[in-house]
């Protein structure tokens, strides 16, 4: 929390045990690359995809960019640290009719998101063209908007409990579900 007397709900990108373990793995298989021996071809196309992608990810965990805050004004779903401006948007509390956590199937796991439900006639977010929508009405498990207005969580820690008293603070009566 900011403050004692709101009970803001922020969350911050920094390391968790997936960030490291992709952060450990690409600098194993960097390393591994760069041994006597190891064709050019494996050179050349590993080390771009495990360095850069190992960097990326540092990057965001030491960004410390904002992931998610749910305050008076409303919420803020940030965005990926390499395009933060451009994809990080502030949800008003006057479009929000409830949040919901939802799961998206990801090569033998699962990926846990956290989103907002908006009212009908509300301005789109960036990225919610049509292509967008018709893709995601096939690939996600809750209605394009709804995906639209989710990040992922990933990079950065989900306290539900203190969310939830936030958003109940902020927005009395507004639904917390979880599609889990």
């Known amino acids: 929390m900011t403050d004692?007397?709101?009970?803001?709900?922020?969350?911050?990108?920094?390391?968790?045990?997936?960030?490291?373990?992709?952060?450990?793995?690409s600098a194993a298989f960097t390393a591994i690359l760069l041994l006597p021996g190891v064709p050019l071809l494996g050179q050349i196309l590993g080390l771009p995809l495990f360095s850069a992608g190992g960097l990326l990810v540092a990057y965001t965990a030491l960004s410390r960019k904002v992931a998610l805050r749910v305050d008076e004004t409303g919420v803020l779903l940030g965005g990926s640290p390499a395009r933060y401006r451009a994809t990080t948007t502030h949800v008003p509390w006057g479009d929000i009719t409830?949040?919901?956590?939802?799961?998206?199937?990801?090569?033998?796991?699962?990926?846990?998101?956290?989103?907002?439900?908006?009212?009908?006639?509300?301005?789109?977010l960036p990225?919610?063209?049509?292509?967008?929508?018709?893709?995601?009405?096939?690939?996600?498990?809750?209605?394009?908007?709804?995906?639209?207005?989710?990040?992922?969580?990933?990079?950065?820690?989900?306290?539900?409990?203190r969310l939830t008293a936030a958003v109940a603070h902020f927005a009395p009566g507004t639904?917390?579900?979880h599609q889990l």
């Open 98 to 124: 409830g949040f919901v956590f939802w799961r998206q199937a990801a090569s033998g796991t699962s990926v846990l998101y956290v989103g907002v439900t908006r009212r009908k006639g509300a301005p789109a």
């Open 4 to 25: 004692d007397a709101l009970p803001v709900y922020q969350a911050r990108y920094g390391w968790d045990r997936r960030t490291t373990g992709i952060v450990a793995g």
């Open 175 to 177: 639904p917390v579900q």
């Open 127 to 161: 990225g919610s063209g049509p292509v967008a929508r018709a893709a995601l009405k096939r690939l996600v498990p809750v209605p394009p908007d709804v995906a639209m207005s989710s990040r992922a969580v990933n990079g950065w820690r989900l306290d539900k409990e």
